[in-house]
């Protein structure tokens, strides 16, 4: 039967190629709990998204993402554009983080190690967890994500990071941070608003938290909760002096950044953010929505997706 049916959606590309040699111990794992397992690969003109939005359309029960952040970004984009535009049911959301940097799977608390992630899809604890919506850049029509956005300065290290060829993981976002650091950016002039509130202030960072952790290492939002209504806004409320820059990005890993008086957090739901002179890079769960873009607007979307994790029923 369908309902009995995990539809699995591997990326063989994540992890620089690795991904695709975990493909019969998934099988196995997943099949081993009485399920069965429908298993198909991302490929060129049939990505993760449109394999996700297929399957939602049919109904799927259970829609499980193995690769990346990139993954399971194109998974939920796949799921939620069915949902709102098909009116269809939501299927669960299963994570199995073999990808670079699998922060989406670490805020949920799902276990890397692949017999773990795959027992908590099995045990089938689900949590509602919040969406967030962003329009402008590459996708003037909206994209969707779950971890997190990211504008100013660390896109720019997301983007570099990507970019190695032999580096993976932690260990890239902290070369791509150090290059970045020696091409010190500008800072934005923009117009910030959060829900009721409008701010004019020069920023070279701001991140928009669903959970709390970025680029493998670094908690952007250390008091972000996935289910809370809320996104926590975390931005540099000043322009950083480029001696305080280093040592900033350093509190980044602990997510201390948040005491400085460099930083300001506001929890909100809508926000929408208008350059006047530098463009913005920004992404979404670690894709790509501008290399530069003059504005955009983000909304979030309140326990709109289901999502196996550790959770004991909460």
């Known amino acids: 039967m369908q ?27 997943l099949s081993d709990g009485g399920r069965e397992v429908v298993l198909v690969y991302t490929e060129a003109g049939v990505g993760a ?21 990139g993954t399971v970004n194109e998974v939920a984009n ?11 049911p939501a299927p669960i959301l299963g ?31 689900v949590k509602h967890i919040d969406a967030g919506v962003i329009y402008g850049g590459n996708y003037p029509e909206g994209r969707f994500f779950v971890n997190g956005q990211g504008v100013g300065f660390e896109p720019l290290v ?5 970019e190695f060829k032999h580096i993976s993981g932690t260990l890239s976002y902290v070369f791509a941070l150090i290059r970045i650091l020696l091409h010190y950016p500008e800072p934005y002039s923009v117009e910030l608003t959060m829900d009721d509130q409008v701010l004019n202030l020069k920023t070279q960072q701001l991140s ?33 002096p480029s ?21 300001s957090v506001v929890r909100a739901r809508h926000i929408r953010m208008v350059s006047s002179d530098h463009p913005l890079p920004i992404h979404v769960d670690g894709e790509e929505i501008s290399k530069g873009c003059m504005e955009f607007s983000t909304d979030l979307l309140e326990h709109v997706l289901p999502v196996f994790c550790p959770c004991d029923g909460k």
């Open 243 to 263: 001696k305080r820059m280093v040592p900033l990005a350093l509190t980044f890993l602990s997510g201390n950044q948040v005491k400085q008086k460099e930083f």
């Open 49 to 69: 998204m449109q394999l996700a939005y297929q399957a939602t359309v049919e109904k799927r029960s259970a829609i499980i993402a193995a690769g990346g952040d």
């Open 95 to 125: 994570v199995l983080p073999i990808g670079r940097g699998n922060d989406f799977a670490w805020g949920m608390g799902i276990p890397k190690p692949l017999v773990q992630a795959c027992a908590t899809i099995l045990k089938g604890e």
């Open 3 to 29: 309902d009995n049916t995990l539809f699995v959606i591997l990326n063989p590309h994540a992890a620089k190629g690795k991904a695709k040699k975990q493909e019969t111990m998934i099988r196995k794992l």
């Open 208 to 240: 928009i938290c669903n959970g709390r952790r970025m680029g493998s290492a670094f908690l952007m939002g250390p008091d972000a909760l996935f289910d809370d209504g809320y996104f926590d806004v975390v931005y540099a409320n000043a322009p950083v």
């Open 78 to 88: 796949g799921i939620l554009k069915a949902v709102m535009t098909e009116k269809v």
């Open 158 to 162: 997301n983007f570099l990071a990507s």
